[in-house]
């Protein structure tokens, strides 16, 4: 398997099952339905695992366009297989997404509340508040990829026995930093899916939030990069 397919798995696989524990929280009729915020932190974050733990051994794991670009300005991976890394990344969020919808297809006929809807996709602040919002990525982004800095081995991949303290670092996000935005802390988890949200054919939906998806792509590159400057002046 190829760096590409790693990434494009691993990230898929993060997004299914992230974005269906969301789906059984927050959609009508579900057989979790309103099960709660520990339900989807602790759901991400074994989407985490899996993801991680499917890409090993092909790719590095990365499943995040913030700690691909974090590791190469640090020189831990080249700069000219960024754009691969990111492609992939973004192909498989759009992909898990796509297979998380049907999933859960019937489910969105029964739920009325369009944001609800929207939810299942992407992230939306309790609070609107650009600057604000922007910042608490950011910060959540920073713990992210400076946790992942040092405890990826050898320096740049984030490898099977890295996939579980990986886990616990998001389940921790989730629990803490993460609540005022629903943590995005990746842009291909956040900006893919919300792509899939606008051309889906969901019933009765509300628009995508377009002017607030900036946020949760520029929060968490400015936050891995900064967690990489702050860990490059440690070392």
């Known amino acids: 398997m190829t760096p590409f397919f790693g990434e494009f798995i691993g990230t898929g696989m993060l997004v299914l099952l992230g974005q269906t524990v969301v789906s059984n929280v ?71 997404s796509l297979l998380a919808w049907l999933c859960f297809r019937p489910h969105f006929e029964a739920t009325a509340d369009a944001s609800a809807k929207l939810a299942v996709f992407c992230t939306a602040p309790a609070i609107r508040s650009p600057f604000d919002n922007l910042m608490a990525e950011a910060i959540a982004s920073f713990v992210l990829v400076f946790g992942a ?19 616990l670092l998001v389940l921790g996000i989730g629990l803490g930093p993460g609540g005022p935005t629903g943590y995005a802390i990746n842009p291909a988890r956040d900006l893919g899916p919300r792509i899939m949200h606008a051309l889906l054919p969901l019933p009765g939906k509300r628009d995508s939030d377009w002017s607030y998806a900036w946020v949760p792509v520029a929060g968490p590159v400015i936050g891995g990069l900064l967690a990489a400057l702050v860990y490059h002046a440690l070392h």
């Not at 090993?56 to 700069?79: C, V």
């Not at 800095?149 to 886990?167: C, H, K, R, Y």
């Open 26 to 96: 927050v959609l009508q009729k579900s057989k979790g339905f309103s099960s709660g915020w520990i339900v989807i932190s602790f759901g991400w974050a074994m989407a985490v695992f899996v993801g991680v733990y499917c890409a090993t051994g092909a790719s590095k794991a990365h499943l995040n366009p913030a700690i691909t670009l974090s590791f190469a300005m640090l020189g831990k991976i080249s700069w000219d297989i960024v754009p691969l890394y990111v492609g992939a990344q973004f192909l498989g969020a759009m992909t898990g």
């Open 149 to 167: 800095l040092f405890i990826a081995s050898p320096g740049s991949s984030l490898g099977a026995l890295d996939a579980l303290p990986v886990s």
